[in-house]
């Protein structure tokens, strides 16, 4: 890796983009029996070995059956997966994180975060998505739709008996980044932005600081998304840097591309990286559900994001290099398959295009 690599620099050219063959559409018949890995290759293996230990990429939850031969040996239901596919993904040689997202829907106790600890080696760290009870400023309905302001959005005694301290105690040195994901504002939050900033300013210092985390998790990083382009601004980097937080790039067709998120790692560098890689723009803000019939059964890349691979893989190196962690968690809905988009990104983070000049 260049140690001279820019982070802030022009976007390199893109990388050749992964090839692997296009496996089946058909799903296989479901297994009985234990979750197992499936064999990886030699030249995964190989890369994991020259990623940096600081760089944790993952994908968001594990409970894919149509990641048969790419993550899990064979094909189980989505409610095996859920269940038991934990410790064979953590086998994965490039699979170092995952993202809780069932956290977001309802808070989930200790006991539960320590059962997700114990199916995975020392190495691995979580990133943990905030319950909307406290994350949301609306109460909504099981379609989304906002029913009612939420009289405890970004309440910091909740955030830490619902959130912050079962996470903390439940997966304990393996814990890798909270994140408060705040989800899409209603107009009159929008319209007052400096109330949020205080607000969400109030919340981040009644948790824990860094180094009062990092007794317990010595990686440990709160971090904030946003779903709202307009609050991309010079207020919120104030917030984070006062507060010792991090900023998560949420790449979603909501925000900014990852390009127009920069300006607010650039007034908090030296920081953590946490990413996560949500929903490939073409589907636009509400894509999910398209996305989703498009990619289905999400064991072949479909819609690779050069641009947006190589900025994050730039930014990803610029924090290995400074000895920060790095959390990337990337969705199935961002190029069609997660571990793909995973293996691809490692590739550009390890060898960047500016070392393969031959390949122009």
């Given at each position: 890796?260049?140690?001279?690599?820019?982070?802030?620099?022009?976007?390199?050219?893109?990388?050749?983009?992964?090839?692997?063959?296009?496996?089946?559409?058909?799903?296989?018949?479901?297994?009985?029996?234990?979750?197992?890995?499936?064999?990886?290759?030699?030249?995964?293996?190989?890369?994991?070995?020259?990623?940096?230990?600081?760089?944790?990429?993952?994908?968001?939850?594990?409970?894919?059956?149509?990641?048969?031969?790419?993550?899990?040996?064979?094909?189980?239901?989505?409610?095996?997966?859920?269940?038991?596919?934990?410790?064979?993904?953590?086998?994965?040689?490039?699979?170092?994180?995952?993202?809780?997202?069932?956290?977001?829907?309802?808070?989930?106790?200790?006991?539960?975060?320590?059962?997700?600890?114990?199916?995975?080696?020392?190495?691995?760290?979580?990133?943990?998505?905030?319950?909307?009870?406290?994350?949301?400023?609306?109460?909504?309905?099981?379609?989304?739709?906002?029913?009612?302001?939420?009289?405890?959005?970004?309440?910091?005694?909740?955030?830490?008996?619902?959130?912050?301290?079962?996470?903390?105690?439940?997966?304990g040195t393996k814990l890798g980044a909270l994140v408060f994901q705040l989800s899409p504002m209603p107009q009159d939050w929008l319209r007052q932005p400096e109330?949020?900033?205080?607000?969400?300013?109030?919340?981040?210092?009644?948790?824990?600081?860094?180094?009062?985390?990092?007794?317990?998790?010595?990686?440990?990083?709160?971090?904030?998304?946003?779903?709202?382009?307009?609050?991309?601004?010079?207020?919120?980097?104030e917030v984070l840097r006062d507060t010792g937080a991090a900023y998560c790039l949420g790449l979603h067709a909501r925000m900014p591309d990852i390009d127009g998120q920069l300006p607010v790692l650039r007034k908090l560098w030296p920081s953590p990286v946490v990413c996560r890689w949500n929903l490939h723009r073409r589907h636009g803000a509400h894509g999910y559900e398209s996305a989703k019939a498009l990619y289905e059964p999400f064991n072949r890349l479909q819609d690779e994001d050069l641009a947006t691979r190589e900025t994050l893989a730039k930014v990803v190196r610029a924090a290995a290099q400074a000895q920060l962690p790095a959390y990337v968690s990337i969705s199935n809905k961002a190029e069609g398959c997660a571990p793909l988009s995973v293996e691809a990104l490692a590739r550009a983070i390890v060898d960047p295009p500016a070392s393969n000049s031959h390949d122009t």
């Open positions: 890796m260049d140690p001279q690599d820019d982070l802030f620099g022009d976007t390199p050219a893109p990388s050749q983009p992964l090839q692997r063959p296009r496996l089946p559409s058909a799903p296989p018949a479901r297994a009985t029996g234990p979750v197992q890995p499936t064999a990886f290759a030699a030249d995964q293996r190989a890369l994991g070995e020259l990623l940096s230990p600081l760089v944790h990429l993952g994908t968001s939850s594990w409970s894919y059956p149509g990641w048969t031969d790419l993550v899990w040996a064979r094909a189980h239901s989505e409610s095996t997966l859920s269940r038991q596919g934990l410790r064979a993904y953590a086998q994965h040689p490039l699979l170092r994180t995952v993202s809780i997202d069932r956290s977001f829907y309802q808070a989930l106790p200790e006991a539960q975060y320590a059962t997700y600890a114990a199916q995975v080696p020392a190495s691995f760290r979580f990133m943990v998505k905030a319950p909307a009870a406290v994350a949301d400023a609306l109460i909504r309905d099981e379609r989304g739709r906002g029913r009612s302001h939420n009289p405890l959005f970004l309440d910091p005694d909740l955030a830490l008996s619902s959130f912050v301290m079962p996470a903390l105690q439940g997966l109330r949020l900033f205080a607000r969400l300013h109030a919340l981040l210092s009644a948790l824990p600081r860094p180094r009062h985390l990092h007794q317990a998790a010595p990686d440990a990083v709160i971090a904030v998304e946003l779903r709202d382009a307009s609050l991309v601004r010079p207020e919120l980097a």
